[in-house]
Protein backbone atom coordinates (compact mmCIF):
# COMPACT_ATOMS: atom_id res chain seq x y z
CA UNK A 1 0.00 0.00 0.00
CA UNK A 2 1.76 3.74 -0.64
CA UNK A 3 -0.13 4.94 2.37
CA UNK A 4 1.89 2.25 4.30
CA UNK A 5 5.24 3.14 2.39
CA UNK A 6 4.58 6.62 3.27
CA UNK A 7 4.61 6.07 6.63
CA UNK A 8 7.47 3.79 6.62
CA UNK A 9 9.52 6.22 5.09
CA UNK A 10 8.16 8.79 7.16
CA UNK A 11 9.22 6.36 10.24
CA UNK A 12 12.42 5.79 9.32
CA UNK A 13 13.47 9.43 8.63
CA UNK A 14 12.12 10.00 11.93
CA UNK A 15 12.81 7.43 14.35
CA UNK A 16 14.97 10.04 16.31
CA UNK A 17 12.24 12.00 17.35
CA UNK A 18 9.88 8.87 18.52
CA UNK A 19 13.20 8.07 20.81
CA UNK A 20 13.58 11.58 22.27
CA UNK A 21 9.88 11.64 23.01
CA UNK A 22 10.46 8.34 25.02
CA UNK A 23 13.63 9.36 27.25
CA UNK A 24 12.83 12.87 27.60
CA UNK A 25 12.82 14.67 31.10
CA UNK A 26 11.23 12.85 34.08
CA UNK A 27 9.21 9.97 33.50
CA UNK A 28 5.55 10.66 33.97
CA UNK A 29 3.54 8.10 35.35
CA UNK A 30 -0.11 7.10 35.76
CA UNK A 31 -2.14 4.88 37.99
CA UNK A 32 -2.68 1.07 37.00
CA UNK A 33 -6.63 0.26 36.77
CA UNK A 34 -8.35 -2.88 36.41
CA UNK A 35 -8.92 -4.15 33.29
CA UNK A 36 -12.64 -3.07 32.55
CA UNK A 37 -14.93 -6.02 31.68
CA UNK A 38 -18.14 -4.25 30.84
CA UNK A 39 -18.95 -3.92 26.73
CA UNK A 40 -19.28 -0.79 25.80
CA UNK A 41 -21.62 0.62 23.14
CA UNK A 42 -21.19 0.37 19.63
CA UNK A 43 -22.05 3.70 18.89
CA UNK A 44 -23.81 6.56 20.67
CA UNK A 45 -27.52 6.65 20.48
CA UNK A 46 -28.36 10.14 18.46
CA UNK A 47 -31.02 12.01 20.61
CA UNK A 48 -34.18 12.98 19.43
CA UNK A 49 -35.10 16.65 19.25
CA UNK A 50 -36.70 17.05 22.33
CA UNK A 51 -33.89 15.29 23.80
CA UNK A 52 -31.55 18.18 22.90
CA UNK A 53 -31.02 20.99 25.74
CA UNK A 54 -32.69 24.36 24.39
CA UNK A 55 -30.27 26.80 23.52
CA UNK A 56 -29.89 30.04 24.46
CA UNK A 57 -29.48 32.37 21.57
CA UNK A 58 -25.85 33.63 22.58
CA UNK A 59 -24.88 29.52 23.17
CA UNK A 60 -26.38 28.89 19.91
CA UNK A 61 -24.16 31.36 18.32
CA UNK A 62 -21.21 29.89 19.69
CA UNK A 63 -22.24 27.07 18.56
CA UNK A 64 -19.34 24.78 15.89
CA UNK A 65 -19.88 25.28 12.85
CA UNK A 66 -18.34 21.78 11.30
CA UNK A 67 -20.84 18.99 10.96
CA UNK A 68 -24.20 17.98 11.46
CA UNK A 69 -24.56 15.73 14.30
CA UNK A 70 -26.14 16.68 17.47
CA UNK A 71 -24.38 19.40 19.74
CA UNK A 72 -20.93 17.09 21.59
CA UNK A 73 -20.63 17.20 25.09
CA UNK A 74 -17.68 20.12 26.67
CA UNK A 75 -15.13 17.64 27.24
CA UNK A 76 -13.54 17.98 31.02
CA UNK A 77 -10.36 20.13 30.67
CA UNK A 78 -7.03 18.68 32.31
CA UNK A 79 -3.63 20.11 33.76
CA UNK A 80 -1.50 20.82 30.85
CA UNK A 81 1.73 18.65 31.00
CA UNK A 82 4.74 19.49 29.91
CA UNK A 83 5.88 16.06 29.66
CA UNK A 84 4.28 12.68 27.82
CA UNK A 85 3.77 9.99 30.85
CA UNK A 86 5.85 6.85 30.29
CA UNK A 87 4.81 4.64 32.56
CA UNK A 88 2.50 3.64 34.72
CA UNK A 89 2.11 2.96 38.53
CA UNK A 90 0.59 0.40 40.52
CA UNK A 91 1.20 -1.87 43.57
CA UNK A 92 2.50 -5.22 41.45
CA UNK A 93 3.52 -6.36 38.42
CA UNK A 94 1.47 -3.89 36.11
CA UNK A 95 2.39 -3.72 32.16
CA UNK A 96 0.73 -1.97 29.75
CA UNK A 97 0.37 -2.82 25.73
CA UNK A 98 -0.13 -0.40 23.38
CA UNK A 99 -0.83 -0.28 19.41
CA UNK A 100 -0.71 2.33 17.23
CA UNK A 101 -1.44 3.70 13.91
CA UNK A 102 -4.19 1.27 13.14
CA UNK A 103 -6.85 0.13 12.47
CA UNK A 104 -5.45 -2.61 9.78
CA UNK A 105 -7.60 -5.21 8.63
CA UNK A 106 -4.71 -7.28 7.62
CA UNK A 107 -3.44 -7.40 11.15
CA UNK A 108 -5.25 -5.81 14.03
CA UNK A 109 -7.79 -8.45 13.82
CA UNK A 110 -4.98 -10.79 14.43
CA UNK A 111 -3.97 -8.73 17.79
CA UNK A 112 -7.43 -8.58 19.06
CA UNK A 113 -8.01 -12.32 18.51
CA UNK A 114 -4.86 -12.74 20.78
CA UNK A 115 -5.74 -10.61 23.55
CA UNK A 116 -8.85 -12.15 23.73
CA UNK A 117 -7.32 -15.11 23.82
CA UNK A 118 -5.71 -14.54 26.91
CA UNK A 119 -8.30 -11.79 28.20
CA UNK A 120 -6.07 -9.11 28.00
CA UNK A 121 -6.85 -5.22 27.54
CA UNK A 122 -4.63 -2.93 26.14
CA UNK A 123 -4.74 0.56 24.53
CA UNK A 124 -5.05 1.39 20.80
CA UNK A 125 -4.09 4.60 19.19
CA UNK A 126 -5.94 4.92 15.83
CA UNK A 127 -5.20 7.34 13.22
CA UNK A 128 -8.64 9.14 12.24
CA UNK A 129 -8.45 8.19 8.54
CA UNK A 130 -7.59 4.67 9.17
CA UNK A 131 -11.14 4.92 11.60
CA UNK A 132 -12.81 6.03 8.42
CA UNK A 133 -11.74 2.99 6.49
CA UNK A 134 -12.52 0.45 9.30
CA UNK A 135 -14.83 1.56 11.69
CA UNK A 136 -16.39 -1.84 12.64
CA UNK A 137 -12.57 -2.59 13.78
CA UNK A 138 -12.72 0.02 16.06
CA UNK A 139 -16.02 -0.44 17.78
CA UNK A 140 -15.03 -4.35 17.94
CA UNK A 141 -11.69 -2.31 20.06
CA UNK A 142 -14.16 -0.80 22.12
CA UNK A 143 -16.71 -3.61 22.68
CA UNK A 144 -13.79 -6.29 23.92
CA UNK A 145 -12.83 -3.45 26.52
CA UNK A 146 -9.54 -2.28 24.95
CA UNK A 147 -9.49 1.54 25.48
CA UNK A 148 -8.91 3.43 22.00
CA UNK A 149 -7.05 6.82 21.70
CA UNK A 150 -6.42 9.37 19.73
CA UNK A 151 -3.30 9.64 17.14
CA UNK A 152 -4.30 12.27 14.78
CA UNK A 153 -5.49 12.20 11.38
CA UNK A 154 -3.21 11.65 9.27
CA UNK A 155 0.05 10.98 11.63
CA UNK A 156 1.72 14.10 10.52
CA UNK A 157 4.92 15.12 12.41
CA UNK A 158 2.97 17.71 14.80
CA UNK A 159 5.90 20.13 15.32
CA UNK A 160 6.02 21.09 11.50
CA UNK A 161 2.20 22.24 12.06
CA UNK A 162 0.13 25.52 13.43
CA UNK A 163 -2.18 25.40 16.07
CA UNK A 164 -5.11 25.50 14.02
CA UNK A 165 -3.88 22.67 11.89
CA UNK A 166 -2.85 20.23 15.23
CA UNK A 167 -6.74 21.31 16.44
CA UNK A 168 -8.43 19.79 13.13
CA UNK A 169 -6.18 16.58 13.75
CA UNK A 170 -7.26 16.02 17.02
CA UNK A 171 -10.42 17.20 17.04
CA UNK A 172 -11.53 15.65 13.83
CA UNK A 173 -10.01 11.88 15.60
CA UNK A 174 -11.78 12.42 18.84
CA UNK A 175 -15.09 12.87 16.73
CA UNK A 176 -14.88 9.98 14.81
CA UNK A 177 -13.73 7.98 17.41
CA UNK A 178 -17.07 9.28 19.74
CA UNK A 179 -19.43 8.69 16.61
CA UNK A 180 -17.92 4.80 16.06
CA UNK A 181 -17.10 3.97 19.91
CA UNK A 182 -20.07 5.93 21.62
CA UNK A 183 -17.45 8.09 24.01
CA UNK A 184 -14.76 10.55 23.50
CA UNK A 185 -11.12 9.41 23.45
CA UNK A 186 -9.64 10.32 27.08
CA UNK A 187 -5.33 9.51 25.91
CA UNK A 188 -3.31 11.09 22.53
CA UNK A 189 -0.59 9.99 21.51
CA UNK A 190 1.56 12.19 18.82
CA UNK A 191 2.67 11.06 16.30
CA UNK A 192 6.59 9.85 15.96
CA UNK A 193 6.67 10.53 20.49
CA UNK A 194 7.19 14.22 19.04
CA UNK A 195 4.70 16.61 20.97
CA UNK A 196 4.71 20.35 21.34
CA UNK A 197 3.50 22.78 23.62
CA UNK A 198 0.31 23.12 21.45
CA UNK A 199 -0.15 19.68 21.25
CA UNK A 200 0.21 19.37 25.20
CA UNK A 201 -2.29 22.10 25.35
CA UNK A 202 -4.81 21.39 22.85
CA UNK A 203 -4.88 17.49 24.06
CA UNK A 204 -5.60 19.07 27.97
CA UNK A 205 -8.55 21.80 26.15
CA UNK A 206 -10.06 18.21 24.49
CA UNK A 207 -9.65 15.93 27.48
CA UNK A 208 -7.27 14.06 26.73
CA UNK A 209 -3.87 13.04 29.06
CA UNK A 210 -0.83 12.36 26.77
CA UNK A 211 0.66 8.62 26.96
CA UNK A 212 3.72 8.21 25.74
CA UNK A 213 5.78 4.71 25.87
CA UNK A 214 8.16 3.10 28.37
CA UNK A 215 9.59 0.46 25.57
CA UNK A 216 10.04 0.44 21.85
CA UNK A 217 9.40 -2.81 20.85
CA UNK A 218 10.84 -0.96 16.89
CA UNK A 219 8.60 -3.59 15.08
CA UNK A 220 8.47 -0.67 12.51
CA UNK A 221 11.60 -1.19 11.59
CA UNK A 222 10.79 -5.14 11.06
CA UNK A 223 13.71 -6.42 12.78
CA UNK A 224 12.17 -10.13 12.84
CA UNK A 225 10.18 -11.42 15.17
CA UNK A 226 12.69 -13.05 17.59
CA UNK A 227 14.07 -9.20 18.21
CA UNK A 228 10.67 -8.16 18.97
CA UNK A 229 9.99 -10.93 21.36
CA UNK A 230 13.28 -10.36 22.98
CA UNK A 231 12.90 -6.46 23.00
CA UNK A 232 9.15 -7.15 25.37
CA UNK A 233 10.80 -9.59 27.18
CA UNK A 234 14.00 -7.78 28.09
CA UNK A 235 12.16 -4.31 28.88
CA UNK A 236 9.44 -6.25 30.84
CA UNK A 237 9.54 -4.28 34.23
CA UNK A 238 6.78 -2.93 36.77
CA UNK A 239 4.86 -0.14 35.19
CA UNK A 240 6.03 -0.36 32.10
CA UNK A 241 4.47 0.90 28.77
CA UNK A 242 4.64 -1.31 25.53
CA UNK A 243 5.27 0.15 21.84
CA UNK A 244 3.94 -1.68 19.00
CA UNK A 245 1.73 -1.22 15.91
CA UNK A 246 -0.88 -2.70 14.22
CA UNK A 247 -0.70 -0.89 11.25
CA UNK A 248 1.78 1.49 9.02
CA UNK A 249 3.68 -1.24 7.24
CA UNK A 250 3.85 -4.83 7.12
CA UNK A 251 2.89 -5.66 10.48
CA UNK A 252 3.50 -9.92 10.34
CA UNK A 253 6.19 -9.84 12.44
CA UNK A 254 4.31 -8.08 15.21
CA UNK A 255 0.89 -10.16 15.01
CA UNK A 256 3.62 -13.56 15.27
CA UNK A 257 5.34 -12.01 18.22
CA UNK A 258 3.06 -10.53 20.27
CA UNK A 259 1.64 -14.74 20.30
CA UNK A 260 4.70 -15.48 21.60
CA UNK A 261 5.35 -12.84 24.43
CA UNK A 262 2.00 -12.40 25.80
CA UNK A 263 2.24 -15.69 27.38
CA UNK A 264 5.51 -15.67 29.03
CA UNK A 265 4.83 -12.49 30.66
CA UNK A 266 1.32 -13.74 31.72
CA UNK A 267 3.38 -16.52 32.90
CA UNK A 268 5.83 -14.27 34.45
CA UNK A 269 3.65 -12.93 36.80
CA UNK A 270 2.79 -9.75 34.72
CA UNK A 271 -0.88 -7.68 34.69
CA UNK A 272 -1.63 -6.70 31.59
CA UNK A 273 -3.80 -3.94 32.15
CA UNK A 274 -5.13 -0.35 31.46
CA UNK A 275 -5.32 2.96 32.78
CA UNK A 276 -8.74 3.40 35.22
CA UNK A 277 -11.70 5.01 33.52
CA UNK A 278 -12.07 8.90 34.50
CA UNK A 279 -15.61 9.39 35.35
ZN1 LIG B 1 2.26 6.36 15.06
Given at each position: ?????????????????????????????????????????????????????????????????????????????????????????????????????????????????????????????????????????????????????????????????????????????????????GE?????????????????????????????????????????????????????????????????????????????????LI???????????RV
Amino acid sequence: MQKDQFFTRRRMILAGAAALGASAGTAGTILAGGAEKTPRRAAAPVPGPQARPALKGSAFRLRPLTGDGPPRAAPRRLKVRKEPILQISGRGRHMMLTFDDGPNPDYTPHILDTLAKYDVRAMFFVCGECVADDRDLVARMADEGHVVGNHTWTHPLLTTLNRKEIHSEMARTSDIIEDTCGERPQWFRAPYGAWNRAAFQLGAEMGMEPMAWTVDTTDWMEPGTDTIVDRVERGAAPGVVVLSHDAGGDRSQTVHAIREWLPHLIDSGYHLTVPRRRV
